[in-house]
């Protein structure tokens, strides 16, 4: 591969001239030696090498996005929305899966560093975990330090801009859905415990069911992976320890369609025997079928507003956007089956496809 002292020796210019030229250096060079240098690259096919041209300039043009995993749905959908505005904007991303591990988390943000990225996005949950969170916000510190930008999305401690989806009031509108059509025999497909989203979507689901009288014991609640496989066990547990559950909750839409795949295999009618409600709202919600009633999160909007605040003009003080969960009203969720219904009753089922 030829390099940029080939380049020059072949022009018959020095490097520096060979640079200037190829880098489109405001520092005057003659039209003779230009058309010497461009002719010299196309004959030696030469490729500028794009890391040294990025440390060279004091513009620098990456970002850096650490996200759990971008072949989860969710994160796919949040980064379509980073992705938008850094096209826009004439930037690189370059993205890093952390597989929600704390240990390559933190060497991600010194590799980014490493790189002298313009910005840094960490999207995803937090974790209960203070000596990560020390660190991770030690590094963050030196980075921003160093004049890089940094933005969350969701729950962190780092103290600095963040895009919060509302995870508690997306909890909130589930439980209160179920609970408004009957159920009180409730079940949650939780993911891991460590992440402050599951304990954020959690408490809200908590908080609507102790506000009508509901519980919600650990013994109904299944922690596994933010996946399908991890949705189709934890639901498979708990129907062993409690077959008179009349509703699940799955706190995201993946681990929904494990949970519809495994009452479906054990022959159990959804809605009329056992409703389930999602969270997110993945472009997949609407087309599983029967379609999942669940909680609607703007994941590309996430995306598009951290990635405008870390390219945008900074402020003295940190912003925090909080973005609405909404619930969407399909066809997973209806009323408790007559065979388990109080006397009290229970609402009517709403009609698909309704918001509230």
Request: charged residues 25%.
């Amino acid at each position: 591969m030829a390099t940029l002292s080939d380049v020059a020796r072949r022009a018959g210019v020095s490097p520096a001239t060979a640079s200037r030229v190829i880098n489109g250096s405001s520092k005057p060079v003659t039209d003779e030696l230009r058309e010497r240098v461009l002719a010299a690259v196309a004959e030696l096919q030469y490729v500028p090498n794009a890391h040294a041209q990025l440390l060279a300039r004091s513009h620098r043009s990456a970002v850096g996005v650490i996200v759990h995993d971008v072949s989860d749905p969710y994160f796919a959908e949040i980064t379509r929305g980073l992705q938008r505005v850094a096209t826009d904007q004439g930037r690189l991303l370059m993205i890093c899966n952390s597989y929600r591990d704390p240990d390559r988390e933190l060497e991600y943000v010194e590799l980014l560093r490493g790189h002298q990225v313009a910005a840094l996005i960490l999207a995803g949950s937090g974790y209960h975990d203070e000596a990560f969170t020390r660190q991770l916000n030690e590094k963050l510190a030196a980075y921003e330090a160093s004049g890089g930008r940094v933005a969350v999305i969701g729950r962190h401690e780092h103290s600095g801009d963040a895009v919060m989806p509302d995870n508690r009031a997306g909890g909130y509108l589930a439980g209160r859905e179920l609970c408004g059509l009957g159920h009180r025999m409730i079940g949650v497909v939780a993911g891991p415990r460590i992440l402050t989203t599951t304990t954020d979507r959690l408490a809200g689901l908590r908080q609507a069911l102790i506000e009508q009288g509901r519980e919600l014991p650990e013994r109904r609640i299944r922690y596994a992976e933010f996946d399908r496989d991890g949705g189709a066990e934890a639901t498979a547990r708990l129907l062993d320890a409690d077959p008179g559950l009349t509703a699940i909750v799955a706190l995201n839409d993946s681990m929904a369609i494990g949970a519809l795949a495994t009452l479906r295999a054990r022959g159990l009618a959804v809605p009329q025997q056992l409703s389930v409600v999602g969270f997110d709202d993945m472009p997949i919600a609407r087309d599983v079928t029967p379609a999942l009633t669940t909680v609607r999160l703007p994941l590309v909007e996430m995306g598009v507003r951290a990635m405008s605040l870390v390219l945008g003009v900074g402020t003295p003080t940190p912003r925090v956007e909080v973005l609405p969960a909404e619930l969407v009203r399909r066809d997973t969720a209806g009323p408790v089956p007559r065979s388990t219904r109080t006397t009290a009753g229970s609402a009517p089922r709403a009609r698909r496809g309704a918001t509230s």
